[in-house]
């Protein structure tokens, strides 16, 4: 098993361009979540989904879509990229939102807007 | 809402020796668990261990345990015989509540000198 992928591993956006994370995960989980990660700061959840077309919110979703079209991929889409979105970004699935599951973690992708 | 500190930014400890990273929670929920995640420079957040609230029993995972206080809401991660490969930060996270999310600290980051 792979577990999570990320694609891409690095990319630098100009301000105002659009760009696509993408995230799969091989372990069949109903759940997968996208978090960001900025210097000195814990991870903060941007979106999650419970299955294949159901989406919800997280803490920090300005700025950011998602989709759930399969239950093995969960892109993040950013629109109109800004300096504020210049982070490390995290994929994450788990079997389950039962409170002893693991979340697994894909590598992350840093992006920097310029 | 539920938060998690450590309050710890930077640790550091000698090799084979023994370091303790604090880390505090508030909830107001009598059921949920806490983890203490590793990211080494990789990126590739790893989990470590996980506690039950409901166990009095403290988690142990090799030389990885826990002390972990209800009362207090404390939750500290003991790394006996420290090695090399222990450098990372390390992430406490508290899973609960009514929307049963991971919530994250900030982090301490940990050097091992040889």
């Known amino acids: ?114 | 809402a539920q938060t998690v500190t450590q309050s710890q930014p930077e640790m550091s400890v000698q090799e084979a020796e023994t370091v303790t990273l604090s880390c505090t929670y508030d909830t107001s929920e009598s059921d949920y668990y806490l983890f203490w995640y590793k990211q080494p420079p990789s990126r590739q957040m790893i989990l470590v261990i996980r506690q039950e609230a409901y166990k009095q029993q403290n988690a142990t995972e090799n030389r990885f345990s826990v002390n972990f206080q209800k009362a207090a809401k404390s939750f500290s991660l003991k790394i006996s015989d420290s090695q090399l490969g222990d450098a990372a930060m390390y992430f406490c996270a508290y899973k609960g509540g009514a929307t049963n999310k991971l919530i994250f600290g900030t982090g301490t980051l940990l050097a091992v000198q040889p």
């Open chain 1, 1 to 114: 098993n792979a577990g999570v992928t990320q694609t891409p591993k690095f990319r630098i956006l100009k301000i105002g361009q659009s760009m696509t994370l993408q995230c799969t995960q091989d372990m069949n989980h109903n759940y997968m979540y996208w978090y960001r990660q900025d210097p000195g700061m814990g991870l903060k959840l941007i979106y999650y989904s419970v299955g294949a077309g159901i989406t919800d919110k997280g803490e920090v979703p300005n700025g950011y879509n998602v989709s759930r079209s399969t239950t093995e991929d969960f892109p993040l889409r950013l629109e109109l990229a800004a300096p504020s979105q210049t982070s490390v970004y995290f994929c994450a699935s788990s079997y389950s939102a039962d409170r002893a599951d693991e979340q697994f973690f894909g590598p992350g992708t840093r992006l920097t807007v310029l």
